[in-house]
């Protein structure tokens, strides 16, 4: 058995070339073809990749969350570097580069001032942003200790991240309280979330910021009977309805 080390996120798809090269995808926004165990090269793409496969040329085929498919090939004869797709392409990856760039501090609770030893977390483990000496640094909740211990200094925080800093006056958004179910326990949730799957029912959705989307999209499809294919559909909304901290 081999393990395969590279990806910072969940690995959503794995194809297998015909020249015996993997290729996987996944929540990290990149495609990477395998050797010997080992990364070989890296494809970066705007969005989280669903699926990848492989034609008949032996190009490498790749579905992504922004309903997208792209090929990528070796042979430079195919190449379109100058083509408006290509171009497009590489525009898109950018701007998903540059989302988390900028961030304005002034938004982001003073941790010294106005959060330690005044705010508690919601829950054990908890994360968020705060800001320390003109800086963005995560902190974790710690029950058993009573206080944020710092996780380490954001690097690319981006625009959600601040927005974590809009709430009530202590600087911590307000929460909502689910009475739990069979899957989910009762407690205070960053968001419960109405979910209409086209039937005109609302499905209560709790759900937590920076929360692991795939295990709550994996519980709210077992609790409401659905199939599989509603899992990815699931984890999108979440992205877009949810802040990554």
């Not at 008949?56 to 004869?77: N, P, W, Y």
């Not at 379109?80 to 760039?101: I, N, Q, S, V, W």
Request: with cysteine; net charge negative; proline share 3%.
């Amino acid at each position: 058995m081999m393990d395969f080390k590279g990806h910072s996120g969940f690995i959503f798809s794995i194809d297998c070339l015909d020249t015996g090269e993997i290729i996987t995808g996944g929540d990290d926004c990149t495609v990477k073809l395998w050797a010997d165990g080992a990364c070989k090269q890296t494809i970066q793409l705007p969005k989280t990749v669903w699926s990848v496969t492989h034609d008949q040329h032996g190009d490498i085929i790749v579905g992504t969350e922004d309903k997208k498919i792209r090929t990528f090939t070796r042979d430079l004869a195919r190449q379109d570097r100058d083509g408006p797709d290509f171009l497009e392409y590489e525009d898109e990856c950018k701007t998903a580069a540059k989302g988390g760039e900028q961030i304005d501090m002034e938004k982001l609770p003073d941790f010294k001032k106005t959060i330690e030893g005044k705010v508690r977390g919601k829950s054990d483990g908890f994360v968020q942003v705060f800001r320390e000496d003109d800086t963005a640094f995560a902190f974790m909740w710690s029950d058993a200790e009573g206080k944020w211990n710092k996780i380490g200094e954001v690097q690319n925080p981006g625009q959600a991240a601040q927005e974590t800093g809009q709430g009530n006056a202590s600087g911590v958004a307000p929460t909502t309280h689910y009475p739990g179910d069979a899957l989910f326990k009762a407690g205070e949730y960053d968001k419960v979330i109405d979910v209409d799957l086209g039937d005109g029912v609302f499905r209560k959705l709790p759900c937590n910021n920076g929360a692991n989307y795939l295990e709550t999209a994996d519980k709210f499809c077992s609790r409401e009977g659905l199939g599989r294919s509603y899992v990815e559909q699931i984890v999108a909304f979440l992205r877009q309805n949810t802040l990554p901290y």
